[in-house]
């Protein structure tokens, strides 16, 4: 019996070995208004990929105008429904954003299910999402995109009856609940927006929170890393601090920010936190229910905006960013931006042209190393806001204002008199006030 018991268990290791998940099978649709620019469908075939699909086909139409039915007109319509036949496809995937009739229609005539853009973007959000903040802002974000479109999400949408308007068979109710009763779209719409509701109460509670550990660093330095999704912000995190944050060569590898200490040069500590990626088109309603995250950038005191110099989209990439920074209040904060990838990119002139767009830009590679010293440098001399010359005359015994100088500043000349001690240091502008508060018996600017 035991010898049986192994066999089979061995057999099923076997199984389990050659068995796979099978990846859905996807077709890509842009329909592109002639007005607008093409679109090579790269990023959406990234985006498919890190959702867990295989491409097997790509289908684009130029269009003079949205067709109210399906999007690209029936006949488009008809012939993606023979492309997903040939193609064996589970899926259909819009580079575009549908209304819920339109995605009905197109599912009625292809024949498989169909998914816009945002609700792409919204799934891969929930499968990145891992700590309980990040679940519930995803939840909030796909019930705030379903709620308006429950109308034409699906056809039953009847009577749900009382007792005195059913059948014994379907009656539901009871006596006092005679009435024409409730629709399922009623009961839908209530049952969302109740969730909805909680959800918010939820994650107001954590932004209190975020905003209260945030004032607890008022006094340091914070910087923020921002850019494009796969930019490598998470890398350069790990390259500056050693944090150990997880790093994957996909989009939206991880949605939870994470703040570390940084110290560029000896006695300037930093804070540096990362944040969640920025697409084109990003729901607004991912925007909305990540502002608790996005608290990071907003309350930054310097942004590092992480710019992938490899992608051939890279100014629309930066264009998209610089769309969302402007949506959640970051529009005009003072910015340094780190070309990064440099160790890949293929195109030299395109390096150039960033270059010469962006002369203050710093260049690196957060892979190799490259160029990290330069933005230590850069990121000190922001923090130092400009060099001041400063004599401090203080007490001997004043241990706490002559370590704070030694630290932070660098000594040019040292005298002790009768009962004090004068010092000429070199410190940035930015740590005047903090000289100041330390109450020194005078401060003298050169």
Known sequence: MAAVCLEVIAQL?????????????????????????????????????????????????????????????????????????????????FDNNLSPGQIRNLEEIVEVKVLDRSELILDIFATRAQTLQAKLQVELAQLEYTYPRLTRMWSHLDTVAGAGGATAAGSVGAIGTRGPGEKQLEIDRRLV??????????????????????????????????GYTNAGKSTLLNALTDAGVFVEDRLFATLDTRTRQWSPQKGVDVLISDTV??????????????????????????????????????LSQMESVDKVLAEIGCAGKSTIKVLNKADVIQSLDRLEMLQTIHPDAVTVSAKTGMGLDKLGEVVCAWQRGGEARVRVCARPSDGRLQAFLHTYGRIVQETYLDGSVQIEVVLGCNQLAALRRLQPEQIEIL
Not at 33 to 48: H, R
Not at 80 to 92: G, M, N, P, S, T
């Open 13 to 93: 290791g076997k199984l389990r070995d050659t068995l796979q998940v099978r990846k859905e099978r996807a077709i890509l649709v842009a329909a592109i208004l002639k007005s607008k620019a093409g679109d090579d469908l790269a990023e959406l075939t990234a985006l498919a990929e890190t959702a867990g699909a295989v491409v097997v086909d790509r289908f684009q139409q130029r269009l003079r105008f949205r067709n109210p039915a399906t999007y690209i007109g029936k006949g488009k319509a008809e012939e993606l429904a023979e492309r997903a036949k040939r193609f064996a496809a589970d899926v259909v995937l």
């Open 193 to 226: 927006s109740k969730r909805i509701t909680e959800l918010k109460r939820e994650l107001t509670l954590i932004d209190q929170r975020k905003c209260r550990e945030i004032a607890t660093r008022r006094q340091t330095f914070k910087l923020c890393l921002v």
């Open 277 to 314: 990626g920025f697409v084109r088109d990003l729901p607004h309603q991912l925007v909305e229910s990540f502002k608790a995250t996005l608290e990071e950038a907003v309350n930054a005191d310097l942004l590092l905006h992480v710019i992938d110099v490899a992608n051939p989209e890279v």
